[in-house]
């Protein structure tokens, strides 16, 4: 199955919950790949590091997490990367 995003549900510090394709609740905390960036300034995904341009995040039109500076994350691998959540409510 194809994994996408039908909605942001919320945005913390460095990490999206979302409500995938599947219908499940689950976050994406993808803090690990932003450091790994941030150590070689790649100048792009770097970026995210910056807690307030992270949450500039947004859903494209692929179902997939996005920013202003051309970033973006295959949806199938936000999935394998994000903790279910349980729903409340």
Not at 38 to 43: E, H, L, S, T, V
Request: charged share 30%.
């Amino acid at each position: 199955m194809l994994h996408y995003i039908k909605k942001i549900v919320e945005i913390r510090e460095y990490t999206v919950t979302c409500l995938f394709n599947t219908d499940e609740i689950r976050t994406v905390d993808p803090r690990e790949l932003i450091e790994k960036y941030r150590r070689i300034n790649d100048g792009l995904i770097s970026k995210l590091s910056d807690p307030d341009y992270f949450k500039t995040v947004r859903l494209d039109s692929y179902g997939t997490l996005t920013w202003d500076n051309g970033v973006d994350f295959d949806p199938d691998n936000l999935y394998k990367m994000s903790q279910s959540e349980i729903a409340t409510f």
